[in-house]
């Protein structure tokens, strides 16, 4: 769970932004996604694969650029 305490004279749009940032760096909504609908592990073992591909490949195009 995030959470972020008001320091003295902070006003609320640095709280909020404070808050933002530790939530996005918790990766709350990300998990939440992630979990929204369940996945086979087949079909998620599939995707992992192809990125991986696609990002080599990517690495390897500016590696001959």
Do not use: T
Not at 10 to 32: C, N, T
Not at 33 to 46: E, G, H, L, T
Not at 50 to 65: F, G, I, L, M, P
């Amino acid at each position: 769970m995030v959470s972020v305490q008001m320091n003295e004279n902070e006003s609320i749009d640095k709280l909020l932004k404070r808050f933002k940032k530790k939530y996005e760096r918790a990766g709350v909504l990300k998990e939440f996604r992630k979990k929204a609908y369940f996945v086979k592990p087949s079909i998620d073992n599939r995707l992992k694969r192809s990125r991986c591909k696609r990002r080599a490949q990517r690495a390897n195009e500016e590696r001959n650029s």
